[in-house]
């Protein structure tokens, strides 16, 4: 697996060290690795939620069997971004693993092309379609590469913007690089964390919703209850909370 660097940037951290990027803008994963990843949001030098990426990070590598301490890539990935000066971009972690030797890990963190929704977005929201697609460890944030070409290719048929996973039972647990809410019976209710690969903005929308007394419930939706959406909404680290229209 190839994974790609953003074009601008200078410097990535492997190794436990800071490490200039190739002059190919890529970096190679040997193949048949496991690879569990993070996504964070870095603003004007800040990585948005960075204790809660790493604890999902954690959470990812103990339910894989995976013993590794993150202790160096915290402290690396503090000093990659005081290194280099970026307004507004994803940084990905890779932690990529022997599937036979789940000891040998390497772990590498770096800036990735990366593409927001335009403010009118929000405003008008966006459309999705529903998949017949489930992940098979969704608590494990898990490269799977069949999934992601799986959705994409829906998507490009369906011509929206996000695919939203539904299981063997009719259920709807998650967008494909996202999590879902519904409103209902002016209660806002979203998938159990259990079925759902549970993303730090979820968590942040869900706080925010008890603090706030907002009707909120955490059950499976499914697609019989579509005609009873009052509203709906994508939540992520590159989308934010971004509304539904279709």
């Not at 979820?202 to 697609?223: C, D, G, W, Y």
């Amino acid at each position: 697996m190839t994974v790609h660097f953003d074009k601008d940037e200078e410097f990535f951290f492997n190794n436990n060290q800071i490490q200039l990027v190739p002059k190919t803008k890529s970096f190679d994963i040997p193949d048949g690795s496991t690879i569990l990843y993070e996504v964070i949001r870095v603003i004007n030098g800040v990585p948005l939620f960075f204790d809660e990426h790493i604890d999902r990070l954690k959470k990812s590598t103990q339910l894989s069997g995976i013993e590794i301490s993150l202790n160096p890539l915290v402290k690396g990935i503090v000093d990659l971004v005081k290194k280099t000066d970026v307004k507004e971009i994803n940084l990905k972690i890779s932690l990529y693993c022997d599937k036979v030797d789940k000891h040998k890990c390497q772990i590498i963190a770096y800036f990735i092309e990366s593409h927001y929704p335009l403010a009118e977005t929000y405003q008008n929201g966006v459309k999705t379609e529903l998949a017949s697609l489930e992940r098979e460890n969704p608590n494990i944030k898990l490269e799977n590469p069949v999934l992601r070409q799986t959705a994409d290719k829906v998507l490009s048929l369906s011509q929206t913007h996000e695919a939203l996973l539904v299981n063997d039972e009719g259920f709807i647990t998650e967008g494909s690089r996202s999590n879902f809410f519904a409103i209902i019976n002016k209660t806002l209710i979203t998938p159990p964390a259990k079925d759902v690969l549970e993303g730090v903005t979820r968590r942040m929308v869900i706080a925010l919703a008890k603090q706030n007394s907002i009707p909120f419930q955490e059950r499976p939706i499914h697609t019989r209850e579509l005609d009873s959406f009052e509203g709906a909404f994508i939540t992520g680290t590159s989308p934010k909370i971004c509304p539904l229209t279709e």
